[in-house]
């Protein structure tokens, strides 16, 4: 019944007191993951590879959630326990069908809190050219997100130098 509720209408400081979706949502994702990435089942993989991972499998590039067949130790490059230990914390599920067993992420909510927790890191994360690469391939190969004359040089050089430490290293 209603004799719990008090005024019996939502208002703007109910909602406030709510808390944000989105935010509960990032916050466990990356709560998940820390706690995944510290099981023994994610030895070798790192959290690049792990938000990589949920970017481009379990997210499709129109923004909505993908299905990714498993395999008989990994479910496209992760390894299948690290896989189990995101279905035990209740980010992902397993679907028999088709023969086989599919994984994706519990609901399409966690689409964009993931997308743009991924965006955040991956911009503190990565090297400057890495992080315009990927803002050029999500806007379509835009020409505009193209480097030109001095960024490009910029950019050029930086890679030289990064294969010139990588050569000096197998020597």
Wanted: a negative charge; glycine letters at 10%.
């Amino acid at each position: 019944g209603s004799e719990g509720l008090v005024g019996g209408e939502i208002t703007l400081e109910d909602l406030a007191g709510a808390g944000d979706v989105d935010r509960a949502l990032t916050q466990f994702y990356e709560e998940t993951l820390a706690a995944a990435l510290a099981d023994p089942a994610a030895a070798g993989v790192s959290e690049r590879q792990l938000r990589a991972w949920f970017d481009g499998e379990l997210i499709t590039e129109a923004g909505t959630r993908g299905l990714v067949r498993q395999g008989a130790a990994d479910t496209s490059g992760l390894p299948n326990g690290l896989v189990a230990a995101l279905q035990r914390r209740f980010l992902v599920r397993g679907e028999a069908r088709s023969g086989g067993t599919w994984i994706e992420l519990v609901h399409d909510r966690f689409v964009e809190p993931i997308r743009q927790s991924n965006r955040a890191w991956f911009s503190h994360n990565l090297n400057r050219l890495t992080v315009d690469a990927r803002a050029w391939q999500e806007a379509g190969a835009a020409e505009s997100k193209l480097y030109k004359d001095t960024q490009l040089a910029a950019a050029a050089a930086q890679i030289q130098a990064l294969f010139a430490r990588v050569r000096l290293r197998q020597l």
